[in-house]
């Protein structure tokens, strides 16, 4: 059992308080997931960059001075941003495939979260509440965001086997459910070149998405290639650089809300959830449909 909320705004006025109603949101479903938490925030961008996160391999690691070494070593003209475990670089595009490999020399037990241009990902252990606020995730802006309190029935609980997952550039997947091919899966991808860094089933399904749009498929066909490739249960969360997408299994066990209106579109596995939001009384609220892909789009 895990809670998943997400939130797609469509009034640039409501932009400034995103952080502030997915954290409102997701401490609500404290209960379906005390182990740890997660966030993906699609916030600004700027041309020709990309922001990189990375966490360090324990508590107290020096995550800003690692990331002083990668800039220095890779783009000094680069921006670092420390939150809490995380740090943030944002850098040059065209230096991104630079710094990865850097990292993967000289700083191995570092984990890249996210990268993209508009992507910032902040996961850690504990209490989804005190995420939260380690992270200031109430402070945060953005067009759309996702977050996931983990309950563990798959993997370890550690910061790597958090949710959300990203596999790809500006792309991220949030979980509920439980896949019974993620091992075969699983191997398969990385023979495919797919970075998959955990045991997590959850990953896989992030990675498959990846995977399928790589080879040309849009987000969409990617989600109804998945009710076919992937068994077991589940629902899913994906944002995109632009993008907020849902999909259930046909079974549809896990439980699902949705609600919007002229400012936004909200998900969350419960309804109290999105008592928080402004509007809500008058919003059409709505369980989404076994096997139907539901997806928003900023243009």
């Not at 469509?10 to 409102?24: F, I, N, R, S």
């Not at 379906?32 to 993906?40: I, L, Q, T």
């Not at 370890?156 to 958090?162: I, L, Q, R």
């Amino acid at each position: 059992m895990c809670g998943i909320a997400g939130l797609f705004i469509k009034d640039k006025a409501l932009e400034p308080q995103l952080g502030d109603y997915l954290a409102k949101m997701t401490s609500t479903l404290c209960s379906r997931g005390p182990d740890s938490a997660g966030f993906a925030i699609y916030g600004a961008g700027q041309d020709g960059k990309t922001k990189i996160t990375i966490a360090g391999p324990t508590e107290g690691y020096d995550i800003a001075g690692a990331a002083q070494k990668l800039v220095d070593a890779i783009d000094p003209t680069a921006d670092v941003t420390r939150r809490h475990s995380h740090a943030v670089i944002t850098l040059a595009s065209a230096e991104v495939p630079k710094a990865t490999a850097w990292l993967a020399t000289h700083l191995p037990d570092v984990t890249v979260m996210s990268e993209g241009q508009r992507l910032e990902i902040y996961k850690e252990v504990g209490y989804p509440d005190d995420v939260a606020k380690e992270f200031r995730i109430a402070k945060m802006s953005g067009t759309h965001g996702i977050s996931h309190t983990r309950m563990a029935t798959e993997s370890a609980v550690t910061t790597n086997g958090a949710h959300p997952f990203s596999t790809g550039s500006d792309q991220c997947l949030v979980h509920n459910g439980s896949l019974s091919n993620h091992a075969s899966l699983r191997r398969e991808l990385r023979r495919d070149g797919i970075k998959i860094r955990t045991e997590n089933d959850s990953e896989v399904a992030a990675g498959y998405l990846t995977r399928q749009m790589q080879n040309g498929q849009s987000l969409g066909e990617a989600l109804n290639a998945s009710l076919n490739d992937l068994d077991g249960f589940f629902t899913f969360v994906v944002g995109t650089e632009t993008g907020f997408g849902v999909l259930r299994d046909p079974i549809a066990c896990k439980p699902a809300v949705m609600a919007e209106t002229d400012q936004y579109v909200a998900f969350a596995s419960e309804y109290k959830s999105l008592t928080c939001l402004p509007g809500i009384k008058t919003a059409r609220v709505w369980e989404p449909k076994p096997a139907t892909v539901y997806f928003w789009e900023h243009t």
